[in-house]
């Protein structure tokens, strides 16, 4: 049986979503953060020594990092669903969707908001480079979902559920989706969508979509 460390308000919603559309059993054992510093418990450390959510145990495997997780789930419970057929161009797009959600679009979004929580958010770094970082990226993204429904095409893969989560953190900015309709779209298709319907019942409050909800 598949375990899901769920940490609350986490990337680890992504995974759940993940085995709702697969139609995968899984468990979930529940972590909260701190309330005042907002980090994961000590106790995900027992599972993964950087003490990082999301991670899954499969029997005696222990998987960290959303995208290993994704390509693993995908891969050995697929069935070939939600992923391209190789040797395609669409099959090429999804390998740099599902890499780029974390290693490009993500660490300005951290460096923002460890930068406000610092009280450094109108900081010379903030406005000269953090700030220029996201519009680059997220104007990028914008365009790319001009071109089709889903960022690899017009099937849905695994890659929108990876990326999904950098867009529902920019969603919640009001003025990040003023001008970018598409990146408003295509939040509000996923959260459309039964399965990512279901993984909120189980995995419980999650405010990346109670906040986009408002805009």
Do not use: C
């Amino acid at each position: 049986m598949i375990i899901v460390h769920h940490l609350n308000n986490s990337r680890s919603q992504r995974v759940l979503w993940l085995l709702e559309e697969l139609g995968i059993e899984y468990e979930i054992k529940f972590y909260e953060r701190d309330p005042k510093t907002m980090m994961a418990p000590e106790s995900l450390r027992q599972v993964h020594p950087l003490g990082k959510s999301p991670v899954i145990t499969d029997a005696d495997l222990t998987i960290a990092e959303s995208g290993a997780i994704i390509e693993y789930l995908v891969n050995r419970y697929g069935n070939g669903r939600l992923v391209p057929a190789s040797d395609t161009p669409e099959h090429l797009r999804y390998t740099y969707w599902l890499h780029y959600a974390e290693g490009s679009a993500m660490p300005p979004l951290v460096m923002r908001l460890v930068l406000n929580n610092f009280g450094e958010g109108d900081s010379n770094v903030v406005r000269g480079f953090v700030a220029p970082q996201i519009k680059l990226h997220f104007d990028y993204i914008e365009g790319e979902l001009r071109k089709s429904t889903w960022f690899t095409g017009e099937e849905f893969t695994a890659a929108d559920i990876q990326m999904s989560f950098p867009l529902e953190v920019v969603a919640m900015q009001k003025e990040e989706v003023q001008n970018r309709p598409k990146l408003k779209e295509f939040v509000d298709r996923i959260h459309a969508r039964p399965a990512y319907k279901r993984a909120l019942e189980r995995g419980g409050e999650y405010d990346y979509i109670t906040k986009t909800k408002t805009r």
